[in-house]
Each structure stands twice: as C-alpha cells, then as structure tokens.
T-cell receptor
Framework: SQQGEEDPQALSIQEGENATMNCSYK?????LQWYRQNSGRGLVHLILIRSNEREKHSGRLRVTLDTSKKSSSLLITASRAADTASYFCATGPTGTASKLTFGTGTRLQVTL | DVKVTQSSRYLVKRTGEKVFLECVQD?????MFWYRQDPGLGLRLIYFSYDVKMKEKGDIPEGYSVSREKKERFSLILESASTNQTSMYLC?????????????FGDGTRLSIL
C-alpha cells in the first residue's frame, strides 16, 4: 500500500514562479525524503528531513514537515524550465530498517 | 558520485520466458533494492537485500525472485514472464544505517512482455 500521497498530481507554472507540492502519509516515520525523476530516468535524491526537524533548505528547495498532521511540503522557488520533472516523497517508517515507501508523485511542468 | 548501472534500458521478452534484470553499484553499498514503477501507482518495492546472499520480500514479490552473490550486483529474475509484468524496473542502493540514508537509483529498465 502507498504510504505517501502527493498533491497535486500535476502542476503547471511559468518560469520564475514558485512551485509547492504536498505529501501526506499515514504512519509514524523516521524521516521523509524527496526525490526527483526526469522523464525516462531514475530517481535522484533531493533532500531528507528527519522526524524531529520542522524545516530544511537546500538551494532553491525548502521542505517542511508537520508530524502532527502527517504531512510535508516541498517548495521550489524561482522555478526554471529545467525543474520540469516528477517529484516523489518517500517515507522511512519507524521500526523498519532501510525500506522506503514512495508516493505516486507530482508531475511539474515549468514553461518559458 | 554513486553509480548504479542497470544492464538494459529497454528489453522486450515473450510470455513464459525467464528474464534476468541486472544491476551493479560501485559504492560498496550494503543495501540494494528492486522496484517497479507503473503510472498512477508510483514505485512499489519488489525485493531488497541488505547483504550478500540476504534478501527480503517487499510489497509485491509474487512472480519475482532475486539473487545477490556479490555485494555490487543484485539481479531480479522473472521466472516465467507474464504480460502484467510489463513495467519500468528501477534498481537502487544505499548505505546500511536504517532508513536515514538516501537511495541512489539507476536509470531503469523498461520491460515489455509480449
């Protein structure tokens, strides 16, 4: 069963705008990770946030985590056409070594 | 940089064939994973391995088996391929410290079963 559910399923914005994607999950977690997938390629790790953290930044990425609401958001600021990709959240449940459970992804289209 | 290499980008096989998908990583990672990715379903874990000759079933192991004879290589085997196994298959590896490590992915094998 899917642990993470991303929202929206698809998002289309113009270059320079900010893009926000949300992820909800069901059970307790150790951490939550965000990955990016370009069309026809494998996933690339973007950022990891631990369950005791509330916010984390990496370049133009900002991730928040609200464990009380079992949700996370990924914000990409000043988007570029090269940000066009699918974005997935993945949760590492407590008590389960090494396994991640991935959501179904948000497809982001950034137009010029 | 970690490199995870999957032997084929595209593969076409026939129903009933035995199919081998190979994955090699060059960073001495203990953990290796096989996923399949289908539209609307995201990534689903088939099997993973946390050491040589060790394996654990994931969420959808039926119809698949795996082999890990060497640390750097993790093979996925479709014992008797069926059309519902047409999918994108992704291999990944990671360090062993629980789930607090990113996974590194190969570029995937798009498998078609005719």
């Amino acid at each position: 069963s899917q642990q993470g559910e991303e929202d929206p399923q698809a998002l289309s914005i113009q270059e320079g705008e900010n893009a926000t994607m949300n992820c909800s999950y069901k059970t307790s977690i150790n951490n939550l990770q965000w990955y990016r997938q370009n069309s026809g390629r494998g996933l690339v790790h973007l950022i990891l946030i631990r369950s005791n953290e509330r916010e984390k930044h990496s370049g133009r990425l900002r991730v928040t985590l609200d464990t009380s609401k079992k949700s996370s958001s990924l914000l990409i600021t000043a988007s570029r056409a090269a940000d066009t990709a699918s974005y997935f959240c993945a949760t590492g449940p407590t008590g389960t070594a090494s396994k991640l459970t991935f959501g179904t992804g948000t497809r982001l289209q950034v137009t010029l | 940089d970690v490199k995870v290499t999957q032997s084929s980008r595209y593969l076409v096989k026939r129903t009933g064939e035995k199919v081998f998908l190979e994955c090699v990583q060059d960073m001495d990672h203990e953990n290796m994973f096989w996923y399949r990715q289908d539209p609307g379903l995201g990534l689903r874990l088939i099997y993973f391995s946390y050491d040589v000759k060790m394996k654990e079933k994931g969420d959808i192991p039926e119809g698949y088996s795996v082999s890990r004879e060497k640390k750097e290589r993790f093979s996925l085997i479709l014992e008797s391929a069926s059309t519902n196994q047409t999918s994108m298959y992704l291999c990944a590896s990671s360090l062993p410290q629980g789930t607090d490590q990113p996974q590194h992915f190969g570029d995937g094998t798009r498998l078609s079963i005719l």
